[in-house]
């Protein structure tokens, strides 16, 4: 048994505390940290995608004690590549923080980075769902500190908004488990999925209630309507940098029901037919509809990104409630897009507001740097709407293909072709708005020059949309790889073994334990 | 005594719910306090409830009571106090900072829009 498997989690956790207690007044040294650890975070994350590519599992014991009744960390294909996804997106939003300063706008920048970063990691690895649980805690935690970064009003008032959210549903998850180990006496992953599958159908009540609340929250997570209230006020309030890296958490939620409903609750199971495949197909196209909506609707830049991330997340949850190998592949693919557009964008509202005195849709005189930042917002705009070339017009057909064939495929061919039309028209209104109509506004020459953001900035943005145009020219191979990931999800049964037949220290007794 | 744990976790969790629908910081904070408390009874009542049994099987025991939620609720426990230290400490600034403790947003008489 490696140990690498851990070190996703234990990394970021040994970096925070030494960030905090070492390098308290430092930002130099925490900056080199922060990086530093990231980068190593990538180079764990590549190591270990090498590991898993042909298929095989990783399983690390903590403690060595065999798993259900100790708590295994498990690394298939989806996992470690969730995990390296998180690093590299975190490594562009560390470079976009330093650059614009936004991290030395209040203490604990780095530590609660670093914190962050050990939840959402921990919460791709883990293979219990308490464990889940905890980690959603640790990076909610950390989400609370960074969301009031740099403090302000309007800050503080929507974190009360997203914690209280949050803590009920917290309280809903606890709800969860607890019915989930009533019934079934264990919170391990797979030996779940052994156990449900023996539930025999006439007392199917209380794993059937369980099987919704679980999906409940793991939709609050992932902002599926009408459980999004918490996320345009608390991603638009949350500082850039802040709400870039909240991007990945609510593909968090978005992981957690591919991985719990494709294993535990798979869709051809018997006692839970006729929950989520029926209803969350109905809500993941009233989010595309209404994230689109609210893109045409918003009065201000932040929100209306706000809004396209729940629109982006609609799409990815449409293509996830196909529950077939083809929507989950095509769900992986437009993952990735969506969180590095998504960071993109936000990243790119923050330079436009360094120049402007607030972000409402009105003409005001042109930003520092007008034109770079507006070819930048014109490429993510263009990802994030789904138009050719770049990779979410790819994303949109592959999930508009996986959906051919289906029942529903007239509702959601004409949900989404429509709604990606609001939305250009949303964001080309936005964009010339912002850039172009600015050069018409009489420049005040009493007002102060607003600074040209940093270099660091623009290349911090300049790497996601990159990341992008690779996303789109590697397009095959990307899903190729996420089919084969599709694949194994379907086929659990390898996951399963590897988890509860590897022995441990309770199978194998020895003297002195 | 399972009415007894049953009806207590439903009127924790209905007088719960009531206070957070209240949408002002104090009486939400105490809302999710009184959720925590339901839930975290809810989680000892799913390991069975049992009297006066030893927490491990052993020799001559003939009934045993499951350690696993004691456990699960002592991680819940101190979870939720410290969020909810975040939540008050969080909530009085806002509350501090704008004169203010609504939890929603208000209409905004200036603009005629949500700030």
């Known amino acids: 048994m490696t140990h690498w498997l851990i070190a996703p989690v234990v990394l970021p956790a040994l970096l925070a505390p030494f960030i905090v207690l070492a390098a308290r007044y430092h930002i130099g040294i925490q900056r080199t940290f922060s990086v530093v650890g990231v980068l190593a975070l990538i180079v764990i994350a590549l190591g270990l995608t090498l590991q898993v590519f042909d298929g095989s599992i990783l399983l690390y014991q903590l403690g060595d004690w065999a798993a259900p009744f100790g708590i295994v960390l498990v690394g298939d294909r989806l996992s470690i590549f969730m995990v390296l996804l998180t690093a590299v997106l975190a490594l562009f939003v560390l470079l976009y923080a ?100 023996l539930i025999g159908a006439e007392d199917t009540v209380g794993i059937r209630v369980a099987s919704v609340l679980l999906i409940l929250v793991f939709a609050i997570k992932a902002a599926v309507v009408p459980l999004h209230f918490w996320l345009p006020s608390s991603y638009a309030e949350a500082p850039a940098p802040v709400a870039a890296l909240f991007a990945i958490m609510t593909k968090v939620g978005a992981y957690a029901i591919i991985r719990v409903y494709t294993m535990i609750f798979p869709p051809d199971l018997e006692i839970t037919a006729g929950l989520q495949v029926d209803w969350l197909m109905p809500a993941a196209l009233l989010s595309v509809a209404l994230g689109m909506a609210g893109v045409m609707a918003a009065k201000r830049l932040d929100r209306l990104v706000a809004f396209s991330v729940i629109g982006s997340m609609g799409m990815v949850m449409v293509a996830i409630s196909l529950f077939t190998p083809e929507g989950i592949a095509a769900a992986l693919y437009y993952i990735v897009h969506s969180t590095l557009a998504a960071a993109a964008l936000f990243l790119i509202t923050d330079l436009v507001r360094s120049g402007r005195a607030n972000l409402d849709l009105v003409p005001q005189q042109p930003v520092a740097g007008n034109a770079l930042t507006a070819a930048l917002f014109f490429a993510s705009a263009i990802a994030v709407v789904g138009l050719p070339p770049l990779s979410g017009f790819l994303g949109k057909l592959l999930v508009l293909d996986a959906a051919f064939g289906t029942d529903q495929v007239v509702w959601i061919w004409a949900i989404v072709l429509g709604s990606s039309l609001i939305g250009i028209v949303g964001f080309s209104r936005a964009g010339s708005i912002l850039f172009w109509k600015a050069q018409s506004v009489e420049p005040d020459a009493e007002a102060p020059n607003s600074p040209t953001p940093a270099v660091l900035s623009y290349v911090a943005v300049g790497g996601l949309i990159a990341l992008l145009v690779a996303h789109t020219v590697f397009a095959g191979q990307v899903h190729s790889y996420t089919t084969k990931m599709a694949a194994q999800l379907f086929s659990p049964q390898p996951y399963i073994a590897t988890v509860l037949e590897t022995s441990g220290k309770l199978s194998t007794p020895q003297e002195g334990y | 005594m399972e009415l007894l744990v049953a009806s207590a976790i439903g009127i924790l969790t209905a007088g719960g719910l009531y206070l957070v629908l209240r949408l002002r910081t104090f009486p939400v904070i105490l809302g999710v306090s009184l959720l925590t408390y339901a839930v975290n009874v809810f989680l000892f009542a799913s390991g069975r409830l049992t009297v006066g049994a030893p927490p491990i099987l052993q020799d001559g025991a003939t009934t045993y009571a499951d350690p696993i939620p004691q456990a699960l609720v002592l991680t819940a426990i101190v979870i939720s106090f410290g969020m909810t230290a975040v939540v008050v400490m969080i909530s009085l600034g806002a509350f501090l900072g704008s004169d203010d403790d609504h939890v929603d947003d208000q209409p905004d008489a200036t603009k005629g829009e949500l700030s």
């Open chain 1, 98 to 197: 330093i650059g614009s300063g936004w991290d030395n706008r209040g203490v604990h920048f780095h530590a609660l980075f670093q914190f962050q970063l050990m939840g959402i990691m921990g919460a791709f690895l883990t293979g219990d769902l308490f464990n889940l649980f905890v980690f959603f805690e640790v990076l909610l935690i950390a989400s609370y500190g960074l969301m009031i970064h740099a403090g302000g009003d309007a800050r503080l008032r929507a974190g009360v908004q997203y914690v209280l959210f949050n803590l009920i549903g917290s309280t809903l998850f606890l709800f969860a488990l607890g019915s989930i180990y009533a019934e079934t006496g264990t919170l391990n992953m797979a030996d779940l999925a052994n156990r449900v599958a």
